[in-house]
């Protein structure tokens, strides 16, 4: 069993930054993906970025790529997600979510989710 919990979310400007944070905790991630997904309300959730956590390998959504940046500590089981150059559309709730090695672009792919934190971004 994994247990996720992200932090880090908030109130920000367009053109600001956040970073966002999950820590994981349950068990070793060595065979795991990290990834982090959003849902901003009346739409579906969004694929923004997945980590592999043994080689750390990366991948991202169109619409972030060159602005947002996955990275994950090792050493603290944790995941972040460095958010810059952020735009109202961006704004939603942020969920990390742990998967298999291969877990990439699908919400169904990952089977352990954390709650979530909200991040607002104003015009």
């Known amino acids: 069993q994994v247990q996720l919990a992200e932090s880090g979310g908030g109130l920000v400007q367009a053109g600001g930054s956040l970073r966002l944070s999950c820590a994981a905790s349950?068990?070793?991630?060595?065979?795991?993906?990290m990834g982090w997904f959003r849902q901003a309300p009346g739409k579906e959730r969004e694929f923004v970025a997945v980590?592999?956590?043994?080689?750390?390998?990366?991948y991202y959504g169109d619409s972030v790529k060159g602005r947002f940046t996955i990275s994950r500590d090792v050493a603290k089981n944790t995941g972040n997600l460095q958010m810059n150059s952020l735009r109202p559309e961006d704004t939603a709730v942020y969920y990390c979510a742990a998967g298999g090695v291969r877990a990439r672009y699908n919400d169904y792919e990952y089977n352990y989710w954390g709650q979530g934190t909200q991040v607002t971004v104003s015009s």
């Open positions: 980590i592999s956590w043994g080689d750390g390998s990366t």
């Open positions: 349950g068990r070793t991630f060595e065979s795991y993906a």
